[in-house]
């Protein structure tokens, strides 16, 4: 599997109130990753912590399978970086379906993708 791309969201971003409501489907990569940073919001309590999570997409804008964790840094115990990784994977899975536009969804359905979920500070 090849990685085709990887972006780092900084904690300055807003979650979306529940799942992706856009108004246009997306037509490329940078809209992914704006229309995803849009549904993170860290949460308060972590600082200087951060999970890369890898995932693909189906074609239809949904994920190929959970998002796998590939690096963690959570400052805290065992509990705490769980509920960071599962925050992390939340937000990733409540933006879900994105919606492509065709030439989106050839270009990117089946790739690897990795996403940095980073704390406010």
């Known amino acids: 599997m090849r990685v085709v791309a990887v972006w780092v969201l900084a904690g ?3 979650a979306t109130a529940t799942g992706a409501s856009w108004a246009e489907p997306l037509q490329t990569v940078e809209d992914v990753g704006d229309a995803l940073g ?3 919001a860290p949460p308060p309590e972590f600082k200087d912590s951060f999970v890369t999570l890898k995932f693909g997409f189906k074609g239809n804008g949904t994920l190929m399978g959970p998002p796998q964790p590939t690096a963690i840094r959570v400052t805290g115990d065992e509990t705490q970086r769980k509920a960071f990784v599962a925050a ?34």
């Open 88 to 121: 992390a994977t939340d937000a990733l899975q409540g933006c879900m379906p994105l919606e492509f536009s065709k030439a989106l969804a050839d270009e990117i359905a089946g790739n690897v993708f990795t996403l940095q979920f980073r704390s406010a500070e």
């Open 38 to 40: 849009k549904c993170w």
């Open 12 to 14: 300055a971003f807003l």
